[in-house]
């Protein structure tokens, strides 16, 4: 299996930027994506964004297109978020995911492995 650990949460003003990470380690499995979910309170869990790992390709929610970059380092099995023109919105919180094989869509029950979340506050 895998463990994630998230990092770089916190509060930010609207229009701000903040930037987080995910770490998977201790993998016994293989990597085929990693990405990210969020979910804010009383709503659904839902895509941000992936990157599937053999390739290095991206996928991007609609919401979050031209404002968000999902990045990685290879070697450490280590992926980012780096989320800009932040707005009240997007607060919610994040969460990092893993999956060992491809699935039709990005969702969340396409995931083996997630992490425990850090949360993103976003004010006006």
């Known amino acids: 299996q895998v463990q994630l650990v998230e990092s770089g949460g916190g509060l930010v003003q609207a229009g701000g930027s903040l930037k987080l990470s995910c770490a998977a380690s201790?993998?016994?499995?293989?990597?085929?994506?990693m990405a990210w979910f969020r979910q804010a309170p009383g709503k659904e869990r839902e895509f941000v964004t992936a990157?599937?790992?053999?390739?290095?390709?991206?996928y991007y929610a609609d919401s979050v297109k031209g404002r968000f970059t999902i990045s990685r380092v290879y070697a450490n099995d280590t992926v980012f978020l780096q989320m800009n023109s932040l707005k009240p919105e997007d607060t919610a919180v994040y969460y990092c995911?893993?999956?060992?094989?491809?699935?039709?869509?990005?969702?969340?029950?396409?995931?083996?492995?997630w992490g425990r979340g850090t949360l993103v506050t976003v004010s006006s």
């Open positions: 995911a893993f999956a060992s094989r491809g699935s039709k869509k990005w969702a969340a029950d396409g995931m083996d492995f």
């Open positions: 990157l599937t790992w053999a390739n290095g390709r991206t």
């Open positions: 201790r993998r016994t499995v293989s990597l085929y994506a």
